[in-house]
Structure formats: C-alpha cells, structure tokens
C-alpha cells in the first residue's frame, strides 16, 4: 500500500442510485483517521485523499453537505481527530444549463446578424463546472436575445471568448448562418484583434513578434505553457499548437512597459502565455507569474534620477520600495476588433475603450512614480 494510503482506511460503497447504465456506479467514500491524519483539515485531507476530485469540487461537495464527520455535514477549514469518520458521497453534478439573467451590457455594435459586447474583467463567457451563472450567454438570454444555435449548447452565439479577467470587445453571431461565416473567418485568420497590457519590466524592442506553440501545462492543469520540447519522435509534443504574438511598444511607466499587441492566433491565455515566457509577465496576472503588488519607485527618487540610465532607475527601485495597490485582475483588455460583416462583406471595425480601473491605475502608477503624464495619454489616444 502506498505511504500516502497508509493514513486512512478506505471503503467503498456502491451507492444506490445508477443514473445511466453506462456510467460507472457512484461511491460513498469511507476514511478513518488515524493519528498521522489528526490535525490536518478536512477539504486538504481529502484533496491528498481523492486525487480524482479537484479542490474545487471537493469544496462543492462539503457546500451541498455530502461530506460528513461523523454523521454530521461539515466545514472544509474543520481539523479532523483520530478516530473519526469522514464520509464523501460524490455524486455527479446537475445538468449544467444556460439559463436567462438579468444582467446589463454594454454594446458596442449591432445589426441583424451579430453583435459586439464590451465584456467586464470577471464575467466568465459560458456556463461550465462549477460556474453557472453570471456569464455573457446568461446576460445575452436575459436580455431577449436571439443567438445562433448550431454550436455547443452551453454557447449559444459564442463564437471565440475571452478569458474571465480579460475585458473588451467580443463578437457575438445571433444566427446561424452569421455563426458559420465568423467560424470560417476565424479560421483563415480574417478577424483582426487588437488588445492593449501593460507587462512588467522593460521591454527593449520597440516591436516584435513571438512565435511559441503553446500546450497544456502538464503540472498545473489550469495553465497554459510554451512548449520547447519535441517528442522523442522530433515532432511537436501532442497538445501543443502553433501561436503567433504581434506586439510593439506604446510606451514605458516607470518599471512596466504598455504594449499594443496583435493575435494572429487564438490559444487559450495565449497573451498571457507568451508575455510570461519571455519574463515580462502581465501585470495583475498572478497565475503566469506577476506579482500581486507592483513595486514602484517613489515619486521623488524618480524625479532625482528620471534623466539616469535603465541601470541607475533598476537600483533605485530596489532601495525603499513602495507598491502599488493590487489590481484586482489582469491589465489586459481587447481594444480593437475589425471584421467583414458575414452578409455583405462590409468592413465593421469596433473599438472598446480602455475601462476606468485600467486607465485609474496607469494615472497612479505615472503619478506615483513621477512620470508624465501627457506621455503615456499620447500613446493611449488611440485606445481611450
């Protein structure tokens, strides 16, 4: 028995309740604790426990009260003692289903066939695991909205997304025939997608391209991952997938470097991806490396050295350093988007302004760091 099975007893009970014959039964789950299991809590416990469930619906799980001590349902901080009995009854998720809110939006476009929304930092596109309400197809039905429906039942309309901390411009089909020819307009790259971040660090390029495929992180299954490896065959590795990154530089604030960028290819966090694997992470974006607060140097360490070469500002900034609040999400945004209008060919070119807490936070960090203002505003005018 493996080390990590030696601090539980495990019994397992077909459960009685079989939804499909073809699906394997479900099982209650029986752990005793022992003392090398005492003191840890319950929801780590059973995440070491039960590597098939992932944390967040084992956190479901003790939400719906189908993880008991006891007998008794429990919180996921509760210490567990040696000697009792946690229960998991893992049973399967409800039907996840696209159901109408009434959530506002702001459109940005809009004819007979399709639509362009300005999608808020932290509204999720879909429904999925986990995370059924709130999103763009929600707000979009709750609005009365007619949307293509030839697609995954979960999108209806959705025709290329965007992250959940990401905000912007993103197309919308409203039947299915506009669906079919955005499909096909994506696919021969005929969409053109501006987004404008703010990285960290310098960058020393004004422009340049980056060309890395991009795969599924194989240790954390929530990231994405530049893939420089080959098979053993010499080939790409399996998940990974050709991706091209256009950017150039609008402008440097103090220790951050806001670029205009352009996708050529649409992988998932693929910005985020690219930026982080040249080291130049986007601010905000924790789970590719940024840090939750900016350092910055101070307004009159910046005035005393603003005419100082990138070395003498790098060793100010180390040398009493303050931060800048945390963001709260990722300074990226997708400012531009241009496309044919899938009926009559016509060029529509829409444009999302940069929203308030983006264009707030670049203010403080010029003020913060003595920076001109009427600099970065230049090289913003395009995106205000």
Request: hydrophobic share 40%; aromatic share 4%; with cysteine.
């Amino acid at each position: 028995m493996p080390p990590a099975k030696l601090a539980a007893r495990i019994v397992d009970v077909a459960a009685a309740n079989i939804q499909k014959p073809c699906e394997p039964a479900e099982k209650t789950h029986s752990f005793v604790i022992d003392e090398r299991a005492a003191g840890q809590r319950v929801d780590r416990y059973l995440a070491s426990q039960l590597p098939e469930l992932s944390r967040t619906r084992i956190q479901e799980l003790i939400e719906a009260e189908l993880v008991r001590v006891d007998g008794t349902s429990t919180k996921g901080s509760r210490k567990l003692r040696a000697g009792e009995v946690v229960q998991v009854e893992p049973r399967a998720r409800p039907p996840v289903q696209a159901e109408a809110e009434d959530i506002p939006l702001e459109i940005l476009y809009e004819d007979a066939d399709v639509l362009v929304v300005n999608k808020p930092a932290g509204m999720t596109v879909h429904a999925g695991a986990g995370n059924t309400r709130g999103t763009l197809v929600n707000a979009l039905l709750g609005r009365g909205q007619s949307l293509s429906t030839g697609g995954d039942a979960l999108r209806p309309g959705i025709v290329h997304r965007l992250d959940r901390e990401t905000s912007g411009a993103i197309l919308v089909a409203k039947n299915d025939f506009a669906h079919a020819k955005l499909g096909e307009a994506f696919a021969r790259r005929a969409i053109k997608k501006t987004y404008i971040a703010l990285v960290e660090g310098l960058v020393g390029e004004q422009q340049g391209k980056i060309e890395l495929p991009i795969g599924r992180d194989l240790k954390r299954r929530t990231r994405m991952a530049v893939v420089r490896e080959k098979s053993t065959a010499g080939n790409m590795r399996a998940n990974a997938r050709p991706a091209r990154t256009d950017w150039r530089v609008l402008a440097h604030v103090d220790g951050t470097t806001l670029v205009e960028v352009q996708l050529h290819t649409g992988r998932t966090h693929q910005i985020r991806v690219h930026f982080s694997a040249l080291k130049h992470p986007v601010v905000g974006d924790t789970l590719y490396g940024a840090v939750e607060q900016l350092p910055i140097a101070t307004a009159a360490s910046a005035a005393r050295n603003k005419t100082a070469g990138k070395a003498a500002r790098a060793a100010v900034r180390k040398i009493g350093q303050e931060l800048m609040p945390s963001l709260g999400r990722n300074f990226l945004h997708a400012a531009k988007l241009g496309f044919a209008q899938p009926r009559t060919g016509e060029w529509v070119h829409v444009r999302a302004p940069l929203p308030p807490e983006l264009g707030n936070y670049l203010r403080l960090l010029a003020s913060e760091s003595g920076e001109d203002w009427s600099r970065i505003d230049a090289a913003l005018a395009g995106f205000l």
